[in-house]
């Protein structure tokens, strides 16, 4: 039976109808004594119901890749008490499947957000009083350093409190396996399961901070895991002669300052830093949002970079597992796309490493990232494997490659500005990428090229690619509808959306070995293709486009008219 609506009156005016569940749930969380006092502040203040059912018309769901969501008090909030629930139930998952290998602990990480450090401990003082070790950074550290972490320290698990890079106000917290790879769908639904069974919220308990040291529930990770995960990442560096290209670097606010800088400076690389993007800063001041994909985040470094007559701007997210970059040109900054960088690391790790290539070889790419790169592995006797969207779908076939013995890592990346070399960890890694950037910059300048150049030279040799991703937000109750909606919409439309689609891919049903997903994949005559997904961390829909054109005019036209035929369905 449906819970009946209460329909709230202020003044002479009539509010939005709320159910008696959201008010009963926003009670307890205003009025209950165990909420701390500065939540039941937060929720007694004049709320509108809008802002009421926004709070608490669901739990903060804990998907297949954590939480994430908008900081503050409220169930469908990013908070204190939605950190311990999630902990707990991580906790619980943990003890049933481990028993007493639990000792071996849990590796805990944080960027540089709002709250991070404190939700880090909240974390860790969870799995403390559940008897679990928790291994704690004392500084903000970059989420590839957990990943790597996890492995060095032999842990059951890991927990990295982030919400890369999304704006100021969100944070999230992402949950990771004894491989420091982002747990897969099985184990995410286990751990949903664990989660959701708690229903006491404000019942959780956490150790005292002092406790829990005293009794070696709570450790600070050793600084020499840190120095060997610097190391390992210079074990991918080449010998390319002068470090020759001038370099302009900022961190936004975030993570990668230490890290970042470290490899460059240890290797030679003239790097010059964003003062203004220099410290941590949740606020993130000087961006709208610290999302290296936009050129906004980039415009303070591309303003110095051109000033300084440096070769190129990079730029990293705030927990440092996404890089983007704009190369400094005659014509003026050229921003490169995900995809574009990808391709030139897929071109130029395979040539630093000719000698060491084999049958076994392999590049690993997701579904919506441009076929380029794989073009360009298959063209040198590489194997390609294809993933669903989400890094540690590629951790996975990594550790598959480690226990079968049927395959050999050479780069994995995707489209969304996220690339890993080497296998020190099994998450995308901005310090690694930052490094072979750089690198890559140098070794072309030796030859008179700048990165715009080369791009150039691969597109001649393998073929125009345009590669596009739309966004579009929808949020609240009304925007999860929406988006099921466009999804079903898409799905009976079909071939007859537009023109020339051979084929349609709907990965609900299994596609191949890969697991179920809620992605549609319209693929035309000409290989060209459209991929559309709800995001799985935000209220939105994404979709994916490549264009294989002759040239750049004739890839324009055609992404136009593909744009607007999904413009007048979204925006219908």
């Known amino acids: 039976m449906p819970l009946p609506l209460i329909l709230i009156k202020e003044g002479d005016f009539e509010m939005k109808q709320l159910s008696q569940e959201i008010l009963n749930t926003y009670k307890l969380w205003k009025e209950d004594k165990r909420f701390d006092e500065a939540t039941r502040l937060e ?29 503050g008090a409220g169930t469908n909030r990013m908070n204190k008490y939605i950190i311990r629930k999630a902990t707990q139930g ?57 990943s790597f972490t996890v492995r060095e320290l032999n842990c059951v698990g890991g927990i990295v409190v982030t919400a890369s890079h999304n704006p100021r106000e969100y944070n999230g917290y992402k949950v990771y396996d004894e491989t420091g790879c982002q747990v897969l769908i099985d184990d995410a639904n286990a751990i949903i399961g664990y989660v959701n069974a708690i229903t006491d919220i404000p019942a959780i308990e956490v150790m005292d901070e002092n406790e829990a040291r005293a009794c070696g529930l709570l450790k600070s990770v050793p600084n020499e895991v840190y120095e060997s995960f610097i190391a390992n990442v210079k074990k991918q ?33 003239n790097v010059t830093v964003v ?17 290296p994909e936009n050129a906004e985040a980039l415009s303070i470094g591309i303003k110095l970079c051109r000033e300084q007559n440096a070769d190129l701007i990079l730029g990293t997210d705030p927990d440092c597992d996404r890089v983007g970059i704009a190369v400094n040109t005659k014509d003026g900054m050229k921003l490169f796309t995900g995809n574009q960088v ?11 490493n000719k000698a060491k290539l084999n049958e076994k070889s392999t590049v690993i790419k997701t579904i919506v990232t441009s076929e380029l790169g794989a073009i360009i592995a298959k063209m040198n006797g590489l194997k390609v494997c294809e993933v669903l969207t989400g890094f540690k779908f590629i951790g996975d076939i990594m550790n598959q490659f480690d226990t079968k013995g049927n395959g050999e890592f050479v780069i994995g990346y995707e489209e969304s500005y996220g690339y890993l070399v080497g296998n020190h960890a099994r998450d995308k890694d901005a310090v690694v990428a930052s490094m072979l950037i750089c690198e890559m910059a140098s070794y072309y300048k030796n030859q008179g090229k700048t990165l715009v150049d080369v791009m150039e030279e691969i597109y001649a040799k393998y073929g125009y690619f345009l590669d596009k991703l739309d966004s579009y937000t929808l949020k609240g109750i009304d925007g999860v509808e929406r988006i099921q909606a466009i999804m079903k919409e898409m799905r009976e439309k079909g071939k007859s959306l537009m023109p020339n689609i051979a084929v349609v891919n709907d990965y609900t049903v299994g596609i191949g070995d890969l697991p179920k997903a809620d992605v ?3 693929v035309f005559e000409d290989s060209s293709w459209i991929a ?3 995001s799985g961390t935000e209220p939105k829909i ?17 992404l136009k008219a593909r744009q607007d035929i999904i413009n007048s369905i979204i925006n219908a």
């Open 237 to 269: 560096a080449h010998d390319i002669g002068e470090k020759s290209a001038k370099i302009v670097y900022t961190p936004l606010h975030g993570t990668g300052n230490k890290p970042v800088r470290r490899v460059l400076s240890d290797l030679g690389y």
């Open 542 to 558: 994404k979709v994916y486009y490549s264009v294989k054109g002759e040239n750049k005019a004739e890839a324009e036209m055609v």
């Open 90 to 146: 991580f906790a619980n998952y943990l003890l049933d499947k481990y028993g007493a290998e639990v000792k071996r602990g849990v590796a805990i990480g944080y960027d540089s957000r709002n709250n991070s450090d404190t939700f880090a401990k909240e974390a860790a003082l969870v799995m403390a009083k559940s008897g679990i070790p928790a291994f704690l950074y004392d500084e903000l550290m970059p989420t590839p350093t957990l």
């Open 43 to 71: 929720l007694g203040a004049d709320l509108s119901n809008e802002e009421i059912e926004d709070r608490f018309w669901r739990d903060l769901e804990f998907g297949t890749g954590g939480l994430r969501g908008v900081m």
């Open 520 to 522: 549609l994949k319209f």
């Open 532 to 534: 559309i997904r709800p």
């Open 275 to 291: 003062k203004e993007q220099e410290e941590k800063n949740g606020d993130f001041p000087t961006v709208v949002s610290p999302n």
């Open 342 to 352: 990808g391709a030139l690391l897929v071109d130029y790790v395979i040539k630093m």
